[in-house]
């Protein structure tokens, strides 16, 4: 008998039939045997809806009434959930973040769960009753209801198991798993059995948005395997794990992409220490966010510095780091919105060498242009024209052999 | 300065315009130098949309999930009042019932109130703040939402008035007061200054419903002064109080009706102890709830026993009293459900002989034939065919001189 931690999110809550639909499925998983702790979302659409009327009155209003209004929306469906199971013949019983408690630091909107105390919903485990508790909300030390921020369900979902000791924490969503790429780019794109924390990590934050990024890193720390899983399509899904040495690891695990991207390249710059900084420092204190940085030294005692940002913020980038090449007295300075980023990610590579030069040769081969690349230890990326894209996510996803096997 | 809670209805909570709206008349109130502690309902059809969403998974589900979900239409307002206090430069703080806390008895969705701690409402009015607190639900001691039953906020705002010991407890709703009876019937009606907790509880329990019986009966047991005012018309509305003994009462307060209303009578039943337990006796079994009772001793020794119902209760109530009729040998029974109740209230009447008399003759004088009659301290009842209804209300509401004075 294993405890597993389920959670569902608002697409799985959007209506009373789809919530009698999942309390079917947890009631036919007690039923083999297993203790479930189920975590649920709001249903779709309420939490923004509710957020709509808080700004209606005022924008800029308390972030404390934020979030005390904000936090109804998994109220209401712990509530629907817990009777529903009763329904389906489970006994069952609804937790808000305070019920358990879960308690958070007291950073409004977007706090931190600091400790849970795992005492009740074990008890009620133990008597045979399924604890349904709210995601996305604790509560701070002064007894305010807090939230965590977009996506914070999955983290409670994680926290939870992370506190009970839970063999399993199984995030149900609307796709049946992770891809080695999205398959509206490549139809071959193929579910992954497994992947790492750190594989995930990678894949997540280069676009192919599964699971909040925070609920990967809290699982990894807390060594919790994580499950990605459909909610309406029965199937295995992904299990996120620690690195295993399995013979059987596949060098490369999947293609990132994103085309939220744009360069800026300044030319011609004297090369000597603090150069970077200066460059980079005005950009960050515009609260804008960099993202892959290249230099190149360059034959006469110049460099040539170019970095990534994301598209929103391409223009007014352009325009500090133009007042900062001047003070430079760089060369040239020159912007480009036509561009996206392509990764493999695999932690394959970390004991294979040659990963690289095999993803310069297919794109080569496909005719596609690299105009910057970037490594770390378990992923490769490259910035190329954004007509490219998907030409580059095909070739690369044949060249590694990733298809669905037949 | 005074301390005065206030209690805000779901139609005042209707929209955000409104809730602004309310915001502004608190700030004002502030300004005057009062401390002000808030009491509001869920934005009105919300707490039914909320319980048609679990009633839809499951009518007979778990009540405490009941109260799980209907609770959160409260946490949604006092949230969104607080912002709004705050824009409008009060400063504000949100507190469910469990935040406050307001402890109840574990009956879900009808629970009673056993206890307040004001410590925290306290301490914020004393730093400044006006407190928001949510209505109609409170917390159990296993540490579950529980809800007081509908209209239960203004049993909230009574029961923190009293416990914080406020010099007022102000009801705003959409009427701007107690009326000498119902304006649609009597358009002379008159909004009075100043009514009895004793004869608010006549008129509300005979048809003038402004605010929930249980609320009153609290402020009378506590002795918590009461208004009712309009949250859209400014005005001083009604002051329900312990009696007092001003030379300047009025002989009659008002004139109260109720349409829902049925009779039922035994004629012949032998005079003798036990019959009207006899007949009564299985009407209370079958739930169904007796109102009026007349019986008259017949020269013959046998008696003649009238009582009223609820119109959606007399075809039952006459069954079984044709059975019990047949077996206690009565010569007949007949039942009417086109009859109304019409009654004057008015604690003057306790210390003013007359007032009956003056009552049936002014009946008499329009015309107008009493079907049966009963009395109690501060009331007066009749009961008369339903056509007479309008003609006898406006009839006693002359009579006893309530007219709106020039």
Redesign the interface.
């Known amino acids: 008998m294993a405890l597993i931690v389920q959670k569902y999110g608002g697409t799985s809550m959007g209506s009373?039939e789809r919530?009698?639909h999942v309390a079917n499925k947890v009631a036919s998983f007690r039923k083999q045997g297993h203790q479930v702790v189920v975590v649920v979302s709001a249903m779709s659409g309420e939490t923004d809806r509710?957020l709509k009327?808080?700004k209606?009155?005022?924008p800029k209003?308390?972030q404390?009434?934020?979030d005390?209004?904000a936090?109804?929306g998994e109220?209401?469906t712990?509530?629907?959930l817990?009777?529903?199971l009763?329904?389906a013949g489970v006994q069952s019983?609804?937790f808000?973040g305070?019920?358990v408690p879960i308690r958070t630091d007291g950073a409004h909107m977007k706090a931190r769960i600091q400790s849970i105390e795992p005492e009740a919903l074990l008890a009620a485990c133990n008597a045979g009753i399924v604890p349904v508790v709210a995601g996305f909300q604790g509560i701070t030390d002064d007894?305010?209801?807090s939230t965590l921020g977009r996506g914070g369900s999955d983290t409670t979902g994680v926290a939870l198991a992370a506190a009970l000791k839970a063999d399993e924490c199984q995030i149900y969503t609307d796709v049946d798993g992770v891809y080695t790429t999205d398959p509206r780019v490549e139809p071959k794109a193929r579910r992954l059995d497994k992947i790492t924390f750190e594989e995930m990590l990678e894949m997540a934050s280069l676009g192919s948005k599964v699971l909040q990024i925070r609920s990967v890193e809290f699982a990894g720390k807390y060594k919790v395997p994580l499950r990605v899983l459909s909610t309406f399509v029965d199937g295995p899904g992904t299990l996120i794990t620690l690195e295993d040495n399995s013979m059987e690891d596949p060098l490369i695990s999947g293609i990132a992409f994103s085309r939220d991207e744009s360069q800026i390249t300044v030319t011609g710059v004297p090369d000597k220490p603090g150069v970077a900084a200066a460059i980079l420092g005005p950009v960050g204190d515009a609260n804008v966010e960099v993202d892959m940085i290249v230099q190149n030294v360059g034959a006469d005692g110049s460099t040539d510095f170019t970095f990534t940002v994301a598209r929103g913020d391409h223009d007014k980038a352009l325009e500090i780091i133009k007042r900062v090449a001047g003070e430079l007295g760089a060369k040239g300075v020159a912007g480009a919105t036509d561009i996206v980023k392509v990764s493999i990610v695999g932690v394959g590579m970390r004991s294979h060498a040659g990963i690289a030069s095999q993803m310069f040769k297919a794109l080569a081969t496909a005719g596609i242009n690299i105009r910057m690349i970037s490594t770390s230890e378990i992923k490769i990326s490259v910035v190329i024209d954004q007509d490219y894209l998907e030409l580059a996510v095909r070739t690369l996803h044949k060249a590694f052999g990733l298809e669905e096997k037949k």
Chains 1, 2 share one sequence.
């Open positions: 009373v919530i009698e509710l009327l808080a209606a009155i005022d209003g308390s404390r009434e934020f005390q209004i936090a109804t109220q209401v712990i509530g629907l817990a009777i529903a009763q329904k019983r609804s808000t305070w019920q007894g305010s209801v």
